[in-house]
């Protein structure tokens, strides 16, 4: 699996952003998806995740209510709209997937779960 993310920038406090994710190399539905970010200094941590269907989901407390993740089956893509942006919220963001077994609902926030990364994109939130 190739991930390829983009939609990284500079924004203000309360702005928004949308990051996209396009996977590649092996069936959409075989794999559910995760954002994580990484600030500087910091641990790898969790944002957001969504099943191979898109009708399941789980947000990490920080973001809650705040981003919304959603997934484009016919486009091979996953999305992470961000809305309500803190300078907290300043980091390399990362998408990610997890092999499932058929069906499965299962998400995960721990990364060591997710199999294959895509290369990072920033995001800076100015106050």
């Known amino acids: 699996v190739q991930l390829q993310a983009s939609g990284g920038g500079l924004v203000q406090a309360g702005g928004s952003l949308r990051l996209s994710c396009a996977a590649s190399g092996r069936p959409f539905r075989t794999y559910a998806m995760g954002w994580f970010r990484q600030a500087p200094g910091k641990e790898r941590e969790f944002v957001a995740a969504?099943?191979?269907?898109?009708?399941?989901?789980y947000y990490a407390d920080s973001v809650k209510g705040r981003f919304t993740i959603s997934r484009d089956s016919a486009k091979n893509t996953v999305y992470l709209q961000m809305n309500s942006l803190k300078p907290e919220d300043t980091a390399v963001y990362y998408c990610?997937?997890?092999?499932?077994?058929?069906?499965?609902?299962?998400?995960?926030?721990?990364?060591?779960?997710?199999?294959?990364w895509g290369q990072g994109t920033q995001v800076t939130v100015s106050s």
């Open positions: 990610a997937a997890s092999i499932i077994e058929p069906l499965s609902d299962y998400l995960s926030p721990k990364a060591y779960e997710y199999d294959y």
């Open positions: 969504i099943s191979w269907y898109g009708g399941s989901t």
